[in-house]
């Protein structure tokens, strides 16, 4: 089974964007025993007490509106915002970080990368980089496509490399 985490700042706009992209791609590909899939935030300002916000009401509104959430594998409604923790290292296989300052950050919460797991997600992409926070860009669709993008290039590398 292959271990997936996606990580960007706070858990509820890239990340869980990106996790249910990813679940959605292999449930359709009849693959979902083959993964784990999950997200976490670098950062703790989603999270209060132990308990962390939802996906952002328009990251949500962009995943309905690709008919994503409507299966119980991709029902994000129960979707709350988590930090990355050091042990999550040795748990996933795959790292996939939204931005530079995501790797620096779940660098800084890890330790370091010495199986060199901990990447950019648009990293598997032909064009290598950063995935727009919509938080500060407003554009969901957007990053969306750039999450397609991304998650469609990583599924091929790990399924026919």
Known sequence: MLKVLFICHG???RSPMAEFVLKDMVEKRGLKDMF????AATSTEEIWGDRGNPIYPPAQR???KHG?????YTN??????????????????????ADNNNIRN???IVGSDPEEKIKLLLDYSSDPRSIADPWY????????????EGCTAFLEKVLYD
């Open 11 to 13: 858990n509820i706009c």
């Open 36 to 39: 784990e899939i999950a997200s």
């Open 62 to 64: 962009e995943l309905k």
């Open 68 to 72: 994503i959430g409507n299966s119980a």
């Open 76 to 97: 994000f409604s129960n979707k709350r915002a988590r930090q990355v923790r050091k042990s999550d290292y040795a748990y996933y296989d795959y790292l996939l970080c």
């Open 106 to 108: 779940t660098l800084r």
């Open 137 to 148: 860009t407003d554009n969901f669709e957007l990053t969306y496509n750039d999450i397609v």
